[in-house]
């Protein structure tokens, strides 16, 4: 600053566009005028976030999940129940739920998802969420319908809640190997059964949730419901899934074993959803398939290892 001051009074009198100084009132933007070569470095507000971030609805969806088990976790699973209760979709009534607090996997994610609309439109005051579909399209069971789509319907090309979103223009394709906290998979099991869940991170041999996909990696963790329908026993939960060629080895939760690895979408289904501005209004037409998704009672019926 001193050195500053001494070049400024040290000026010659040709430069006479600048204003003399009074030393008095010296402020600093009357340093930034006479040296305007100096540029202003701004502290950023507010968290940096990444182009990924912005591009990505992750991590609404992770509050949602946070919400819904802290506040609904544990309540039961029913394969015939869906959502834990009725949820608000904004002003134009609500989405039903059927036999509450008991849910199953499927469910859960629809739960997820419109819990995440909640937040993300009080959080940011954009409500155009609830205009892109109406409210009968988290209802319903058609090809038109959302739920049709996430309830899995392979005559819809729809094999998880990611073939959901992409079949709606909401979201995109993720390799297993480069999902996201908050990312959705359905996984098939050697059992010939399946489920739908949240992905939440890669797990090692000994339950570690690992930052990124490495050689490690044996399985990950999920949110979803399953279990049994005592309170305590299933519903919304935590579960390690793990790869059928790693054994079932213990985990700091319950387990999930018997998952299939496989890179084909209809055996390992996987994807992210992205913010509502990315949404392309392309959504699948009535006159595409005819009948509605009947949800496979036998395929998703919520047992895991350590039920």
Not at 19 to 42: G, I, K, N, Q
Not at 49 to 56: A, C, P, T, V
Not at 184 to 212: D, E, L, S
Request: overall charge negative.
């Amino acid at each position: 600053m001193i050195e500053l001051l001494a070049t400024l009074l040290l000026l010659p009198a040709a430069a006479h566009a600048a204003p003399a100084f009074d030393l008095d009132s010296l402020t600093p933007a009357a340093v930034r005028a006479a040296a305007p070569d100096v540029p202003e470095v701004l502290p950023p507000v507010g968290p940096v976030r990444d182009s990924w971030e912005l591009r990505h609805f992750n991590p609404y969806i992770l509050k949602a999940v946070d919400h819904l088990n802290k506040n609904y976790g544990l309540l039961g699973y029913d394969i015939h129940s869906v959502l834990t209760h009725d949820v608000n979709y904004h002003t134009y009534g609500a989405v039903k739920a059927t036999h509450p607090p008991l849910t199953m996997c499927v469910a859960a994610q629809l739960e997820i998802i419109l819990t995440a609309y909640d937040i993300y439109s009080r959080e940011t005051g954009d409500y155009s969420v609830y205009d892109y579909l109406p409210l009968r399209s988290y209802q319903g069971l058609a090809v038109t319908d959302l739920k049709g789509h996430i309830w899995v319907n392979s005559a819809f090309n729809a094999y998880g809640t990611a073939d959901a979103l992409i079949n709606f223009g909401m979201g995109e394709r993720v390799p297993f190997e480069k999902l996201r906290p908050g990312d959705f998979v359905n996984i098939n099991r050697t059992t010939k059964t399946g489920h739908a869940v949240t992905f939440i991170g890669y797990i090692n041999k000994t339950g570690a949730v690992q930052q990124a996909y490495n050689d490690s990696v044996v399985g990950f963790k999920y949110f979803s419901s399953q279990g049994r329908a005592e309170q305590g026993q299933g519903g919304f939960d935590y579960r390690y899934a793990v790869f059928s060629k790693f054994g079932c080895p213990e985990m700091p939760g319950k387990r999930d074993c018997n998952v299939i690895y496989s890179t084909d979408q209809k055996m390992l289904n996987t994807g992210s959803m992205l913010v509502p501005a990315l949404w392309t209004h392309v959504i699948p037409q009535a006159s595409s398939v005819q009948g509605e998704t009947v949800l496979n009672r036998f395929y998703f019926d919520g047992v895991t290892t350590d039920d």
